[in-house]
């Protein structure tokens, strides 16, 4: 218990009903027996998760969802990590401009980036829209993030450690290899599954990139307007609430839980 | 890297330069598009009883609609995330770890669905009304609740507070806690000394977090399409309508450049005129 | 190759980092199987030295050679020279073992020489019992020897060491500095050793090289530092030094009279380069003054004062003597053998010395 229970703890657990309530609310009907999201609730049934399964068109979905939030965390961790490596670990020129630039794609509005990506794509080179095109997209939108979490687990570290495996006869490749991969691994797996959670569940630009088949978010959409499909609607969405919270609280728990402080004296 | 991210831009740039001409892409460079949205008019479109000189008012109407639905937002955020943050530099002691997980779970999971759970609260036949109804306060759903500007602000406010909470919640962790003693022994009352040490010093983390919520949120698509209804429509669904159903790719990125400019314009006023320069260098 | 030549030689190694110049001139050897330490306040450039040494860091000029052979363009994990870090540099996802075996995979030798080797390492710096104990699990001290000995394993012909000892409190950097010297004797490695600490310095050192301001001020053993500083700076720096001012006459033999005005005159060995004519100082150690109660029998050019502050250490008591014509005070320090160096506080005294007790340096 708080030791002191006051108007900030009441403010906080009413914060956290806030921010929990309206999301919470999908579950709570997706298991009731109506076809309506309304009270009072009828009585309990998992007919909405059951149907599910005969549903294609969706489980299609569902699996390119997961291919290309596979592909997008790997490429942009690949990419995230030779950029996050080059600014915590030399002091570039103009290292914090490249820096700034680099988080744009968190304060442009996603739909600006599914336009112009949409232009350069079709207009500019003339590529037909795929899942390809999504992909890229992603990765544009999921390379910031990946960096930071790279790079706030690349900073904790003693530079001397590097310069340490330096002295006992390592080559920069094998520094890389042996002592910085080793110790960055967790926050290169946190990456992995920022990204895969960010493709994962981002609309606007696939709905802007993809062509004919469509990824979970996009099949979502276009269900949301019909009525009688919402309890179908209801349920899927309960399930990728679940789904990224499980794979938000791991990614939380590994990157925390990581090879402890490199600073002496830090036990 | 970088190039992957100029690129686009540089291209959208170049297509509003460009004018559609039937289904055909005219490939002269030219202003018109620009034109289009700045040409004036001698008979004011009136909305909300401002008049808009404009031929072609409806992009400076949604923008100045977005911008202003954008900062009541924003603004909502910072005012339900503030004390939230102070709650977890100050109050929360152990498990500090689970409660941030516990704030930015929601952040992560699908922007999308949590909208969408709005819609569910506020419909027709939502929670709220057949929650209503079935204890007897009303007799006929309220319709105010969903389908306007209103319910656009505070579905934002929802989707946003988590993501607004991290960068105050930082620079409050990052205050000495002997500054707040000295404060103190100083003779300030706690008020006094929240108001003269600790809200100045948690200045920038909270200006980025209204950045933070405010530059994406006026160009948002997702959320005006399903809960706003005709009337809660914002600059992003016209982006959106003029690249995908009107087939004008290049007034609609006319529109998105201008978009960003204002956005920008608005977001340097606003840093100068709080002398964000000034606080940023107060920081050791 | 000669084994009496240098193991390390600089030649007028310069650094610059941008405008800015961090190393002047360096210009000085060092022998086989030396401990030499590089002695001076931070920012005096002595880790940029040690790191042009391990080749972390490149000269912006001059030239370095580490037993014979050119370093030019040699990186760091090519060099026969292996660093402590100040830090110590724990890889924190290795365990002691692997730690210390990080260097031996880059050399040539088979798995099970690696192994044996770690072993030996491990008994040398007395962590048996630990080999596979976690980084974060040790201790500051035993992180230390990790560090020691994942250096010495490879068998370099330099061991270079940055302020190892600092992060330890007084007790164990006391016991560390014995064994570190113990340690450098039995393995027969030329050390190189950066320090702040005067008094570790002097300790530890075969041979001191003081800096201040990127330049070397004096190279010598800590007897020779000690007893006769080349000058004004490196008397300041190391110990406590009550400096006389005054102007130097040269009386050849290695021998200087210091006109000290009002104090008066007087005789004692000068250090070289004291020119005839310039203003220098007599130079006298707090323990080689004698303190008497004033009318007694003073000695010749003895200085009458007052105590103007004691401080009793019980070993020793240390007196501040105020001395008319002398703007600073006398630093005397008396053994506290019985009553007899006993001095209340304005109690009026004179000070005195062997001639032999003061040296005449310059500025």
Redesign the interface.
């Known amino acids: 218990m708080p030791k002191k229970f006051d108007m900030l703890w009441l403010y906080a657990i009413i914060f956290i009903m806030f921010l929990y309530g309206p999301v919470l609310l999908m579950p709570v009907f997706a298991l009731n027996d109506g076809t309506f999201a309304t009270f009072p609730l009828k009585g309990f049934t998992v007919k909405n998760f059951a149907s599910m399964a005969a549903n294609t068109s969706m489980i299609l979905a569902f699996q390119t969802s997961v291919k290309i939030a596979v592909s997008v965390a790997v490429l942009s961790t690949v990419l995230a990590m030779p950029a996050a490596l080059a600014l915590t670990r030399y002091r570039l020129p103009g290292g914090g401009p490249i820096q700034s630039f680099m988080m744009l794609p968190l304060v442009i509005p996603s739909i600006v980036i599914g336009v112009a990506l949409l232009v350069i794509i079709l207009k500019i080179f003339g590529i037909q829209l795929s899942l390809w095109t999504v992909a890229a997209g992603h990765v544009l939108i999921c390379i910031p993030f990946c960096m930071s979490v790279l790079m706030s687990r690349l900073e904790g570290f003693d530079p001397s450690l590097e310069e340490a495996s330096s002295d006992l006869g390592c080559s920069a490749w094998q520094t890389f290899w042996r002592l910085t991969f080793p110790l960055a691994l967790p926050g290169v797996i946190s990456s992995l599954l920022m990204g895969f959670i960010i493709s994962f569940d981002e609309f606007v630009i696939a709905f802007f990139l993809t062509g004919t088949e469509n990824t979970l978010p996009v099949y979502l959409f276009s269900q949301l307007r019909f009525p009688n499909k919402l309890p179908g609607v209801l349920a899927l969405g309960s399930l990728i609430l679940v789904g990224s919270a499980v794979l938000v609280i791991a990614a939380e728990i590994i990157r925390k839980r990581g090879a402890p402080s490199s600073n002496p004296g830090d036990y | ?2 190039l ?2 100029a ?3 540089a ?2 740039v ?2 509003s330069f460009w004018t559609q001409n039937g289904f055909e ?1 005219d490939r002269t460079l030219t202003v018109e598009n620009y034109a289009q949205l700045v040409r004036l008019s001698d008979e004011p479109t009136i909305w909300f009883g401002i008049p808009f000189y404009f031929a072609y008012p409806v992009p400076a109407i949604l923008m100045l609609k977005s911008l202003v639905m954008s900062l009541t937002a924003t603004i909502a955020v910072i005012a ?1 995330a503030y ?2 943050a ?2 977890l530099a100050f ?1 929360i002691t152990r498990n500090k ?1 689970m409660w ?7 952040f ?7 909208v ?6 506020l ?1 027709f ?3 709220i ?3 209503l ?2 204890i007897g306060i009303i007799d006929q759903p309220l319709e105010f609740l969903l389908y306007n500007p209103g319910a656009v602000v505070v579905t934002l406010a ?1 989707s946003w ?2 993501f607004a909470i991290l960068p105050i919640y930082v620079s409050l962790e990052k205050i000495d806690r002997s500054l707040l003693e000295a404060a103190s022994d100083l003779g300030d009352s706690k008020l006094r000394r929240f108001l003269r040490v600790t809200l100045p010093l948690s200045a920038p983390g909270t200006v980025a977090a209204a ?2 919520v405010f ?8 959320t005006p399409t ?1 809960v706003g209804g005709p009337g809660g429509t914002m600059i ?1 669904n016209l ?2 309508e003029l ?2 159903k009107q087939n004008n ?1 290049p007034l ?2 006319a529109v ?1 450049i201008m ?2 400019l204002i956005i920008a314009v608005v977001v340097a006023i606003f840093l100068w005129a709080i002398g964000y320069r000034r606080i940023r260098a107060r920081r050791m | 190759m000669s084994s009496d030549r240098p193991i390390i030689e600089l030649s007028d190694i310069e650094k610059r980092f941008g405008s800015l110049t961090v190393l002047h001139d360096i210009n000085f050897d060092i022998g086989r199987g030396e401990f030499f330490s590089l002695l001076g306040a931070s920012g005096c450039g002595k880790t940029t030295l040690l790191r042009i040494l391990a080749g972390i860091e490149q000269p912006s000029e001059g030239k370095l050679l580490i037993d014979g052979q050119p370093m030019a363009g040699v990186p760091a994990n090519r060099r026969p020279t292996n660093m402590v870090f100040q830090s110590y540099a724990i890889f924190p996802h290795l365990n002691v073992e692997e730690n210390i075996g990080y260097g031996l995979r880059n050399c040539p030798i088979p798995k099970e020489e690696a192994r044996a080797r770690v072993a030996e390492a491990i008994a040398l710096v007395k962590l048996d019992g630990l080999a596979t104990r976690n980084a974060h699990q040790l201790s500051g001290g035993q992180r230390q020897r990790v560090a020691l000995a994942r250096a010495l394993v490879c068998r370099p012909k330099v061991l270079l060491l940055d302020e190892p000892l600092s992060a330890l409190d007084k007790k164990l950097r006391e016991e560390m500095q014995l064994e570190l010297r113990a340690l450098q004797r039995t393995v027969g490695i030329t050390f190189v050793f950066v320090t702040h600490d005067q008094e570790e310095a002097l300790t530890l050192s075969d041979r001191i090289a003081i800096m201040a301001g990127g330049r070397v001020l004096q190279i010598d053993s800590p007897r020779g530092l000690y007893e006769r500083p080349a000058n004004r700076r490196v008397a300041e720096f190391v110990g406590t030094m009550n400096l006389l001012p005054g102007k130097v006459k040269n009386l050849g033999g290695g021998r200087a009279r210091l006109d000290a005005g009002a104090l008066g005159a007087f005789e004692a060995p000068a250090v070289s380069g004291v020119a005839d004519g310039s203003a220098g100082f007599l130079a006298l150690r707090p323990e080689k003054l004698v303190l008497a109660a004033a009318g007694g029998k003073a000695k010749p050019g003895a200085l009458t004062g007052r105590v103007a502050e004691a401080a009793y250490l019980g070993d020793r008591i240390h007196y501040q003597v105020s001395v008319d014509a002398l703007g600073t005070p006398l630093a005397v320090s008396v053994n506290n053998v019985d009553g007899s160096t006993d001095f209340a506080l304005g109690a009026p005294v004179t000070v005195g010395w062997a001639e032999a007790g003061g040296v005449i340096l310059g500025d």
């Open positions: 890297m970088i992957m991210l690129l686009p831009v291209a959208l170049l297509l892409l339900l004390p939230m102070y709650f109050r770890a941030i997980i516990l704030i930015t779970i929601p992560w999971t699908s922007y999308l669905l949590r969408f759970a709005w819609k569910v609260v419909g036949n939502g929670a009304n057949s929650g109804k079935a929802h507070v988590a950045l933070l530059i994406p949120t006026v160009g948002d698509y997702v399903l992003g982006v959106q690249f995908l790719a609609g990125a998105a978009m960003m």
